[in-house]
Each structure stands twice: as C-alpha cells, then as structure tokens.
C-alpha cells in the first residue's frame, strides 16, 4: 500500500509538508507544492487510510441504515434514496438487515454502535418493533431518523407518507369512474401503514355515500405482504361470490397477485374489474396491464431522511433535536382501471 512516506519520498518534500496538502490543512503552502504533492499521490495510486483518520478526527463517515427487509421493494427503493444523498455528502451507508425478525434487532443495533456510525436511518414500518426499537434508537445517542412510522415520543427525527391522502384518492377515482361494488385487500396490521390507508378508504367512502360488503373487505394475515399472500386474499374474495367491479390493494405486490388471481378466474383487469395499488415499485409502469397506484415517492423519503441526518451533522446539533417530514403521495394512472361495465354501459 502506498503511504505518505512514498509520496514524500518520491517529491522530496517532508512528511509533515505532505501530510498538510492530503489533510487540507495546508493553507499556507504554495499551490505549486499542493499540485505536485496531488499529482504524486494520484500517479502513485495513493488511498487515504480511513481508519487511521478517523482514530484522529474522531469522524467515520459512516451512516447506519437499519432496514426491516431488504428484499421488499419498499425498502429497495427508500435504501436507493438514502445511498444517493449520502454518497454526494461523502458518508459511507452500513446497511444491516433485519430480515423481519424482531429477535434480530438487538444485534443489529450493537453491530452498528461498534462501528460508531455517526447517525442512523432506520426503515421501520412495522408495528412489532415497538418500545424496543424506540429505546435501541435513544442508546445510539446520533442523529436519527425513522421512515415510514409516525413518531409520538423520543428525540430522534421521522419521514412519513401520509397514506390516509393516498387511498382517499384512489377511493374517489374509482368512484368517479361509477364503481360502487369495491373490494379491499387491508394490510398486514404488523405494518403501521395499514390501519391509515384503509381509515383513507372508509372515510372517503362515508363521504360519497358508498357502503362495503364486509364481505368484500378482507386483511393480510401474515407480518408482511407478499405476493403468495395477495393471491390467497384475492382468491377468497373470489370464492365469496359476491360481484365486485373495482379492488383497492393495500400495495402494489398485493396488487399484482390480485390481478393474478383475476386472471385465473377469467376476468380481465380493466374490462372486468379496476385494480389500484400502493407504492409505485419497480415494475408497475410495466405490468400488465401498467398498474394504477399511489406513488409516495419512496426514493424522496430516503433522501429527506438521508438530509435531515447530513444538515445535523454539519451544523453540529445534538441529538435530542428532531424534524419531521410529512410526504403528500399522488395518484398515477394507468391501464389497469376503466368506468366501470355498469357505467359503461349506461353511457351506450
């Protein structure tokens, strides 16, 4: 590995002189000096020992970003967000993964405090995390950042959708395309998003004088949505037997596997019955048919998160001091809803 002895040795400057210009701590050398020391370093393939800086500026340069499941594409695209900012700022994320499995917060959290991570993002929607990701957080004693959970108690930041507006706007699109026999896939009530996206959804629906068949309102029972899970819920709603010309998801996976579950039953998506998701993932502008969803600008909530972080460490705050950032999603629409077959057909 090549070090500042090479350099100096290679320009015939002293250690302390390269040291300066590699630290920018040369103010008074000549910008002669500064150039030739850079150009030495950089034709020798020169690399700054971090550790070493680090050990004596007491600064890593390293975020934790906790995140509850990295394969879920919510979390892909919020982790893609926070690495963006960060990486412009110079700070290097530590991811750690908490697979769904609250048994595995404690280690994560220890491992991340032992490389003294300057501050902290953590992904944390489900509900099961509770009190003890709320006093794990505090113990960081860093900046920090929830997304995705609103944050009633602790010093420490948040970033949240506000889900109730998005489901109130896809409620009302479907009902002014004449839908009036809705079906709702609720989420997982381990997730914190559950419970306001389907109060977004019944509020609306109180308001345009829309009732639903508790038949046709169904939940995800397992900790996390998946497309296996969708496809079961949106096979019972089927086997109810009760008609339905339009399903709201509670995301975009659950989503697909509805339109799946459809398409087994021989109804198409939009002719037979309109389909909206949640998220805007990867991929919905390219379903088939291209899915109508609540974007929430996911890649925006890791870089708000990854700026709340990036502001208090630049201008030196405590941690004790918080901001919190509502993000207002906004209805994207595709092919994958049409009037409804009753309204269309009055219109003939």
Known sequence: MVTIRDIAKATGLSLATVSMV?????????????????????DLGYSPNLQARS???????????????????????????????????????????????????????????????????????????????????????????????EVTEGAFSSVVVDNMAGTSAAMKYLAELGHRQIAVIKGPRAMVDSNPRWEG???????????????????????NSSYEEGFRVAESLLRSGKPFTGLLAFDDLTAFAAIGALSNSGIRVPEGCSVIGFDDIPGAAYYNPPLTTVDQHLETQGVLAAGVIKQMLAANLPSSESTHERVTPHLIVRKSTASAPLARTKAK
């Not at 019944?202 to 995800?220: H, M, S």
């Open 201 to 223: 959804i019944r509020d609306c629906a109180r308001n345009l004088g829309i009732q639903f068949n508790p038949a046709l309102v169904l939940e995800i029972k397992r900790k």
């Open 22 to 42: 590699l630290n920018h701590a040369g103010r008074r050398i000549p910008a002669s000096t500064q150039r030739l020391v850079e150009r030495t370093a950089r």
């Open 55 to 149: 050990l004596r500026n007491r600064r890593t340069q390293s975020i934790g970003v906790l995140v509850f499941d990295i394969t879920d594409p919510y979390c892909t695209l919020i982790v893609r967000g926070i690495e963006n900012s960060l990486y412009e700022a110079g700070y290097m994320p530590v991811l750690t993964d908490l697979q769904n499995d609250p048994n595995r917060l404690r280690r994560c959290a220890q491992m991340l405090i032992e490389r003294r991570v300057e501050g902290l993002i953590a992904i944390a929607n489900p509900v099961h995390l509770g009190t003890d990701f709320s006093t794990m957080i505090q113990q960081f004693k860093v900046p920090a950042v929830v997304i995705g959970s």
